[in-house]
């Protein structure tokens, strides 16, 4: 069973960056479209940004122009490189194939100041 691992998150003010990591443990990044999705606390989990494997890009409207997403398919990894952050991007961050598998534990992004 693949295993999905998320990484990088943490603390950072309004207007700040993250870059988020998603490896996995079987070789998935090439074979599926991947995702970001995100959960703030109360809240049903939602997608937030997809890359297909030939690279195209699709993005949530409340994150267009501001999040990036990326994969390294060598390195078996994709990456969210989050900027402008804004206190309502606070969440905990996932990745996973689409469709989707077995979620992982997720990386918590806190947007405050």
């Known amino acids: 069973q693949v295993q999905l691992v998320e990484s990088g998150g943490g603390f950072v003010q309004p207007g700040g960056s993250l870059r988020l990591s998603c490896t996995a443990s079987?070789?998935?990044?090439?074979?599926?479209?991947m995702g970001w999705y995100r959960q703030a606390p109360g809240k049903q989990r939602q997608w937030v940004a997809t890359?297909?494997?030939?690279?195209?890009?699709n993005y949530a409207d409340s994150v267009k122009g501001r999040f990036t997403i990326s994969r390294d398919n060598v390195k078996n990894a994709m990456y969210l490189q989050m900027s402008n952050l804004k206190p309502e991007d606070t969440a905990v961050y996932y990745c996973?194939?689409?469709?989707?598998?077995?979620w992982g534990q997720g990386t918590q992004v806190t947007v405050s100041s």
């Open positions: 079987g070789s998935i990044f090439s074979i599926f479209p």
């Open positions: 996973n194939a689409q469709p989707n598998l077995s």
């Open positions: 890359i297909t494997r030939g690279g195209g890009t």
